[in-house]
């Protein structure tokens, strides 16, 4: 493959500091195209933060962060379609618990993007089929499988025919079993060639899905390599420290 890389998101010189913590430190990185990004990290070096700064969950204090080509801003009509654009998926599925599954998938295209309910259906139906969830779309949340709940929540966002795709730790509040559903729908989108920016300490999808793996330690971005490179031979000593600790 020699398609020429595009940038999907730019992230420039980001500071931010929650009072006198620095939580993201001088983060500069680009996230091409079709990019399927793993974000590993001790507990509390800001992977989360910086999610949350991509879709302006966050302020952040400094620097500048992209979405193909567009600045976000910080505010209004604006910010609320560009953040349309970035898909996000955390652990804790989210769903609204008093809406059936098909309408979870249906309520933002016809709110933000204002899709015809029949258009949202059908696209929702097809969108359900393919985590495997089509023949559960009129139960309610409550009724389902935490697995099932987050192959729904990865749907939903879909149903925005999202950008890019933030994932935040989405297997860790899964029971083992389920693991693999969630992380097989996640494989299939990679492949698809969704830009995916992914936080989780699940190696094996690291291994199978990733093209680059950032490591981050203490707001900083420590490594920024291919999976091969960072799993066989892990530069920083803190990365190695990490690694011997949870594989
Ligand atoms: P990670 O996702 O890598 O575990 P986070 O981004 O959640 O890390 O947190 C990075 C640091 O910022 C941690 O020290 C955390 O305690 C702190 N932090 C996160 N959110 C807030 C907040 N809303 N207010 C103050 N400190 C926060
Ligand atoms: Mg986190």
């Not at 009509?77 to 008093?98: C, I, Y």
């Not at 809406?99 to 249906?106: C, E, G, P, Q």
């Not at 009724?143 to 950008?163: D, E, N, T």
């Not at 900083?220 to 594989?247: C, M, N, W």
Request: aromatic share 4%; glycine share 8%.
């Amino acid at each position: 493959m020699t398609e020429r890389m595009q940038p999907m998101v730019e992230i420039e010189h980001v500071n931010k500091h929650y009072g006198e913590l620095h939580v993201l430190k001088d983060i500069t990185t680009t996230i091409d195209k079709g990019q399927v990004v793993v974000v590993l990290g001790p507990s509390g070096s800001g992977k989360s933060t910086l999610c949350r700064a991509i879709n302006r969950l966050e302020t952040i204090d400094d620097g500048s962060i992209k979405i193909d080509g567009t600045p976000l801003p910080s505010e209004g009509r604006e910010l609320a379609r560009l953040r349309a654009d970035v898909g996000m998926v955390f652990q804790s599925f989210n769903l609204f618990a008093h809406k059936s599954i098909l309408d979870n998938v249906t309520l933002g295209p016809m709110q933000v993007r204002k899709m015809k309910r029949k258009e949202a259906e059908e696209r929702g139906m097809a969108l359900l089929d393919r985590v495997g969830i089509a023949n559960q779309a009129n139960k309610m949340p409550a009724q389902l499988s935490g697995g099932q709940q987050q192959r729904v929540a990865i749907a939903r966002s879909l149903a925005m025919q999202p950008k890019v795709m933030l994932f935040d730790e989405p297997t860790s509040a899964l029971d083992p079993e389920m693991v693999n559903e969630v992380l097989d729908v996640m494989v299939g989108l990679a492949k698809e060639g969704m830009t995916m920016i992914v936080v989780t300490h699940e190696m094996g999808f690291a291994k199978k899905a990733a093209d680059r793996v950032i490591f981050m330690a203490e707001g900083a971005v420590v490594e920024d390599t291919t999976p091969h490179e960072f799993f066989a031979a892990p530069k920083s000593a803190r990365a190695q420290d990490f690694l011997s600790k949870i594989l």
